[in-house]
């Protein structure tokens, strides 16, 4: 008899599906949101609006599969830890899309914004170190709303920043962290978002 599988995660053989954080859904949608209005102020069209925007509510969902208790560390990680951290970019291109070897081959919107939202604009960023351009422009808008709602929310490790301190940090990377043309989308909108995210959403406890 050939034994059927529920494919539980309990079975012998089978890989374990953590849990699913409902924090991290909530960045997800938070970010995009902030990124569906970035899009229009850009001038991007009503499609693919809609395809970056739900690409960014997954942009994290590699985090799922580095440990808890380094996401929630209130300290400064060690390098080893960081990197585990970073590989959250990997994991998510992955299993949204078996991450290719060359960003630039993928059609898939999930998977390279998961791959490429730590990217920087000055190419310090993280997985390849990409500069300017050579960023899709989907991962650049994405990392944008994604440091504005790290920085307004209450993290384990920082509390959450004003809404007008964090504009004046969004505005010091522009052409550093962050593609200019976006940052001056975000200027034009600020005042619209300033009141999205409540108390509650400052308080909540997120994740690297
Ligand atoms: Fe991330």
New binding site residues.
Partial sequence: MVPISSGWADEPGAVAWPRLDPELISHGRRVAVLVSQLCVELGVGMASTRAIAEAAAT??V??HFVPRDILDSPRSLTPMEMACVQQ??RYGAVLLDNAPANPADSSNLASIVALL??ERWDGSGYPYGLLGKEIPVCARIVALA?VFDALRTRRPYKPAWSHDVTLTYILDQRGRHFDPGCVDAFLAIESNVAGCWTPADEAFADT?
């Fill in positions: 942009h994290d590699g985090k959250h970019t939202h730590h994604d690297r």
